[in-house]
């Protein structure tokens, strides 16, 4: 039970899960249990935890407006708020990164997970926030974000040579081994022949050499790749002196954000600095557990019908560094988070792989299609759908199988009477109806109403 992603009530007490050594908080509370074999069950304890303590996955998805970015902000404050009873119990904060990419420009609003650092509730200490952008955007990203308050910084992404290996360099250049031009090859054979000593400043040596035999048009398309290359690495004529970076990226307690919300920067771009960025995440010295959340994933969406985890060129390489990351949680002290309007830009493999989906309200039939094939819940009827459908802004059906509670099981006795009793488990294939808590935090993403209530 101690790496049980979610737990009601009755379970933390039958177990005495709070006497033990862990750590969990308040995701909302528990209306109802629903199973084939024993129907409807209410809780006499509604209070539902999530596990912070424990590594897990979870997709949270639902339209606009209902409640999903709210959900992922109570599990952000859940996992980086300390010391603040009324929504459980933090002795470790964790350290937390948000990928986030929009289509930028004027009129660009910050990332709604932004909004963990700023609390106005007495006795709250909020996390710092850092928002890593591009420098082509900064002072646009800056205006952005200025509202939320001396909590929330915004710096400009650079990379410098020491943090980029040649993977790193292979997927900021959208390398796609199946469809590579052949310039590529060249590149590629330098790169084998640097091996663990690669440099980024040898490679440009080496390169320049091997230039001189290209044709034009092989020139061309190199410059284009290596120009975002260029963009994101740190030269010293670029600022006169090196960036002053006093803390690292990552910390325990800290909510690091990279916001790649820039109009010259595609989709396939991003996710070649997205992967980087996780692949660092993933090597930095924390000294606790990590978690890394998928922001908003249907806004990366294209005229090409892409999105940042499908399988097109670019994208490929960070939805095989999620999928080895959910795959190696329990080894890493990771949690994945993955947070989407649409279920359908998810990979199937990837929702086969995670232990807790939370559903909030939406009515397509094509979407409720795509989730059902890929979930353990049973539901062969019409009523969970119809359920989805009517949930009210902050409602969720929670799958969870590896979750524990406390169900009414009936059984027929000797003598052929019905018995039920009430017994700890697992949800297996049972599904939760779920009220989140509020925010103990500002909420940034509130709707606008022309009438202010």
Known sequence: MKTAPIVTRGALVAAYFDAKKTQYGVLGKCTAIHSKLNGRDVPDDSRLYINTNAPFSAVICGLQGSGKSHTLSVILENMLIPNYSEIGTLEQPLAALVLHYGQGGRGTRPSEAAWVGVS????????????????SSLNTMKAAYAPLGRNITVEPLFFTEDELDAESFLSLMSVDDKAAPLYIQI????????????????????????????????????????????????RPDRFGQRPNRPTPRFAAGRLTIIDLSDPFIDSSSACGLFEIITRLFVRAEVRTGKVLVVDEAHKASDFRN?????????????TKSLLTLTREQRHLA???????????VIPAVLLDLCTVAILHRFASPSWWNHLTHHVSADFSGDEAFDQVVKLQTGEALVLAPSGYG?????????????????????FGRRYMLMKTRQRVTADGGASVLVLKS
């Open 334 to 344: 990771m949690r994945v988070l993955i947070c989407t309007q649409e279920p359908t």
């Open 306 to 318: 892409n999105n940042y985890l499908t399988t097109s060129r670019g994208s490929s390489g960070l």
């Open 406 to 426: 406390v169900f009414k099981d009936t059984k027929l006795d000797a003598a052929g009477r019905t018995v039920t009793k009430k017994s700890m488990g697992q």
């Open 187 to 234: 590149v590629l054979s330098i790169l084998r022949d640097l091996g663990e000593n690669f440099r980024y400043s040898a490679f440009q040596q080496e390169l320049e050499r091997r230039k001189r035999t290209f044709h034009n048009n092989q020139i061309v398309g190199l410059e284009q790749r290596m120009s975002l290359l260029e963009a994101f690495m740190y």
């Open 120 to 135: 106005q509730t007495k006795g709250v200490r909020p996390p710092p926030v850092r928002v890593y952008v591009s420098h």
